[in-house]
């Protein structure tokens, strides 16, 4: 009897969930006119998207996070690069689980921010059960806090992961992230980030299940170009639909703001040839009228570690911006350093 009964309860349930589901009007595709991509963060954020943000452990999360919500507050350029716009008058939820309410007071009046009061902070840290989107009595009451056209940053996952006694590799993440994603809809906010850590083999992305890679629609990830030091570099890239920047270093100023310089990998490779071309042009100067095959004859005292084909190549460098000249012929190569003149440095007029 008594599961008969639970059984006609849990009928009428469903019954009465069923009732409550909005179905979706049909889109015919035949007769549909996309409208032209709107940006949150330029080439990066589209309105209504989700982005992921991981990095690699104390490669700078917090400080890239700051930086978002500080642009999108001020409407100033992400990364001193990337466009940020938010409808008229809106701001930005920050769902917080790991810092300190004093800690982000000072990091953010250090910054500057001048439009902190459109900072709506939720402090979740040790109360990170009150963003159990799951149920939907919970993104209800959500949906009522939040100003419609708000950025929705939640900072971060693996601690509402593991507040809610989910963990991040388990195939439960997908209702967590389908919850975030829910709520971000119904609240209309302008769009959802997500912040995570990367794995420690950073080629494999985000830590945990594969949904939590796979569920933004584009993902920046942050990465240490070298050992963990504090003055290792930090390089930021972004993937995803529509996106595509390329790996880039950070670099923080005196004013709290974070900006994006070039490829790293490209520029310890360009570092690497004028190392070896000043090193060339030095070899030559002190040893004029030698071929390439000569200058590697050289003992490495004169030469160091410079090979034929280092001095061969930053030979050929150094001849198309006139830093060598050959006084021999194509054959049998003479060359010699030709030394810059300083423009400050007037040549005398004799009788003057």
Known sequence: MRNQVAEVARKLAVERSAADVQIVGR?????????????????????GAALGVFAERKAGKTTVVEELVHAALDGLPFLGKYPVTLPEGCGVVLFDTEMPTATLHTHYRQRGVVNLDRLDLRPLRGRERALDVRSDAV???WCDEIEPGSLMVVDCLYTLFGALGVSENSDEVVEILAGLRALATEADAAALVLVHHLGKDT???ARGHSSIEGFPDAIVNIELDGPPASDTPRVLRAFGRDVEIEPGVLTLGDDHRLTIGGNPRVERVAAGHRADDNATWSLIEAHPGLSVRGLSTLPIEARGKLSRDRIRTAVDRLALTNRVTNKGTPAAPEWHAITPLDPFELPSIEGA
Request: charge should be neutral; proline fraction near 4%; avoid cysteine.
């Open 139 to 141: 993104r209800a009451r």
């Open 203 to 205: 080629e494999r992305g």
């Open 27 to 47: 889109v015919n595709l035949a007769e549909y006119e996309p409208e032209s991509t709107r940006w949150v963060v330029a080439d990066l954020l589209a309105r």
